[in-house]
């Protein structure tokens, strides 16, 4: 089992920056892939960014690349998304997420374990 808990979403103006963390629970968090997804109103879930185990790889969604940075600490259990130069459309709900799957850090395969979610509002 794997509980995820988000933090750092809020009120941004366009062109700003807001960096989310993620902290896990439990001692395998290196076993996992994480992840992180958003859902804006009315819009299906979508991948955002993704890290293997290791932290030495990375995928993120065309709409995020050159904005968006994922990353990881082991030592700490925690996953991090700096986003830069964000965006009215960068507004949602972000979601964390885990998976074991190799498959998963690139958004081929949903994960097995959900965080509650963290509103990130961009106004222009």
């Known amino acids: 089992q794997v509980q995820l808990v988000e933090s750092g979403g809020g009120l941004v103006q366009a062109g700003g920056s807001l960096r989310l963390s993620c902290a896990a629970s439990g001692r395998t968090f290196g076993d996992y892939g994480m992840g992180w997804f958003r859902q804006a109103p009315g819009k299906e879930r979508e991948f955002v960014a993704g890290v293997n185990w290791s932290g030495g790889s990375t995928s993120y969604a065309d709409s995020v690349k050159g904005r968006f940075t994922i990353s990881r600490d082991n030592a700490k259990n925690t996953v991090y998304l700096a986003m830069n130069s964000l965006k009215p459309e960068d507004t949602a709900v972000y979601y964390c997420?885990?998976?074991?799957?190799?498959?998963?850090?690139?958004?081929?395969?949903?994960?097995?374990?959900w965080g509650q979610g963290t509103q990130v509002t961009v106004s222009s």
């Open positions: 997420a885990a998976d074991r799957s190799p498959a998963f850090y690139r958004g081929a395969v949903p994960p097995d374990y």
